[in-house]
């Protein structure tokens, strides 16, 4: 059997519907809800850019901010090293 080597053009396609908000309409959806797992990671790239993803009604939404938003203690927060998202 000949090992598989995966490359960039082979990375794995996602599914779904991915939702692209502005980061005042992701903090609205948040304080509309309760329990929602949110995700969110930090990239520092000529400035500090915050990242957030969680998921409603089947649909996944996600942000991008320079600001830090603020999550409820009724959702869970998961800090993550990275997210991959599609290309909006």
């Known amino acids: 059997m000949v090992p598989h080597t995966v490359h ?13 908000l502005q980061p005042e309409d992701f903090q609205n959806l948040l304080n509309r809800n309760e329990g929602l797992a949110v995700v969110t990671t930090s ?26 938003l603020s999550i409820a203690s009724r959702h869970e927060t998961i800090q993550a090293q990275t997210v991959s998202l599609p290309v909006i």
């Open 8 to 20: 960039a053009t082979h990375a794995p396609k996602m599914n779904g519907v991915f939702v692209k």
């Open 43 to 68: 990239t520092s790239f000529f400035g500090t850019t915050f990242t957030y993803v969680t998921s409603y009604k089947g649909l996944v939404f996600f942000c991008k901010s320079k600001h830090q």
